[in-house]
C-alpha cells in the first residue's frame, strides 16, 4: 500500500510560478511510475504529466497543454516527486493530484494509487 500526499498548491498571478511536492509513505516510489492528473470544476480528471520509475530519473510525457511550461521530476531518494509549474494560466485552475502506477501512460484508470489533490488557483 502507498499513501500519497501533496502540497505546494495556491493562489497565484497569471505568469507566476509555483511547485506542487507529492511525498510518499508505506512503500518506495522508486519502482512505480508517478503521474500528475488535475481536475477543473465541472470537468473530468485530466492527465498532465507522468514520469516513468529509473534511478537515473525517467522517461517523461506531458499534455499538450503544459508542453514547455511544466516540468515533471522525480527523487528516488526522498520519496517525492515534483511538478514544477511555469508561466500559469487562469485555465490551469484545478485540483491537483498525483498518484502511482506499475508500467508507463497518461491513462488514470491505469493508475493505483491517488493523492488527497492540492488546489492550484491561478487570477487573471
Known amino acids: 500500500q502507498v499513501q500519497l500526499v501533496e502540497s505546494g498548491g495556491g493562489l497565484v498571478q497569471a505568469g507566476g510560478s509555483l511547485r506542487l511536492s507529492c511525498t510518499a509513505s508505506g512503500r518506495a516510489l522508486s519502482t512505480y511510475a508517478m503521474g500528475w492528473f488535475r481536475q477543473a470544476p465541472g470537468n473530468e480528471r485530466l492527465f498532465v504529466a507522468a514520469i516513468s520509475w529509473s534511478w537515473s530519473g525517467g522517461s517523461t510525457d506531458y499534455a499538450d497543454s503544459v508542453k514547455g511550461r511544466f516540468t515533471i521530476s522525480r527523487d528516488n531518494a526522498k520519496n517525492t516527486v515534483y511538478l514544477q509549474m511555469n508561466s500559469l494560466k487562469p485555465d490551469d485552475t484545478a485540483v491537483y493530484y498525483c498518484?502511482?502506477?506499475?508500467?508507463?501512460?497518461?491513462?488514470?484508470?491505469?493508475?493505483?494509487?491517488w493523492g488527497q489533490g492540492t488546489q492550484v488557483t491561478v487570477s487573471s
Open positions: 498518484a502511482a502506477r506499475y508500467g508507463f501512460g497518461s491513462r488514470g484508470y491505469e493508475y493505483r494509487y
